[in-house]
């Protein structure tokens, strides 16, 4: 089943504890990419990646950090988590960037909490 | 600015009737238009693609609606289902920034029977 994996989908956690949020596809896709979605805010985009060892910023970048080193897997790091980056997390894959009109395909979410 | 705003925030629909989303846009240079359905809690799911040529596109009981000229689509359910119960998001690419994406707010829809 094609699919999008997410590890784990519930974290509580304490400020300034390192953790890694885990991303996995199984469709050989060239893109990914991380999304926060808070209440009011909407879905913002954290980090995306073209390809292996490609990794850009999107809106929100400021405290999290990526790497693209297998095509299947794009890992969301926090080095040091703070209250404000509780949230629902979502990581996402296509075939190829969404300006050619591929659907992204999005993983189950992770609801991460920091006290 | 590149927006996307959606309208109604939410609405409240009975079973079987019809309803309509809006979503209207200003990121420039348009490429494409998507909309998603979001279940509480769960990952979007996509439910159209529509490119800057497409004026109409349909999914089972979706129908989606573009006009390029005044950058604004429109999604409309018909005789919904307690399942379609969800929020809908309009996302438009930023192809000038690349593979970046604007989410509009979403329009959560409940339905009732």
């Known amino acids: 089943e094609a699919q999008v994996t997410q590890n784990p989908r519930y974290l509580i956690t304490v400020t300034g504890k390192k953790l890694t949020v885990t991303c996995s596809q199984n469709m050989n896709h060239e893109y990914m990419s991380w999304y926060r979605q808070d209440p009011g805010l909407g879905l913002r985009q954290i980090y995306y990646?073209?390809?292996?060892?490609?990794?850009d910023k999107g809106d929100v970048p400021e405290g999290y950090k990526v790497s693209r080193k297998e095509k299947r897997n794009f890992p969301l790091i926090l080095e040091s988590p703070s209250p404000n980056q509780t949230s629902l997390y979502f990581c996402?894959?296509?075939?190829?960037?969404?300006?050619?009109?591929?659907?992204?395909?999005f993983g189950p979410g992770t609801r991460l909490t920091v006290t | 600015k590149n927006q996307v705003e959606q309208s109604p925030q939410s609405l409240i629909i009975l079973e079987g009737k019809n309803c309509t989303l809006q979503c209207n846009y200003t990121v420039s240079p348009f490429s494409n238009l998507r909309w998603y359905k979001q279940d509480t809690g769960r990952g979007p799911v996509s439910l159209t693609i529509?490119?800057?040529?497409?004026n109409t596109k349909s999914n089972g009981r979706y129908t989606a609606t573009l006009d390029a000229d005044t950058k604004q689509s429109s999604l409309h359910i018909t005789a919904s289902q307690l399942s379609d119960s969800a929020s809908y998001i309009c996302v438009v690419p930023r192809e000038a920034a690349g593979n970046k994406l604007t989410f509009g707010g979403g329009t959560r829809v409940l339905v009732k029977p």
């Open positions: 529509m490119t800057f040529s497409e």
């Open positions: 996402a894959s296509s075939q190829i960037g969404s300006v050619l009109g591929y659907e992204q395909y």
């Open positions: 990646s073209m390809n292996v060892e490609v990794t």
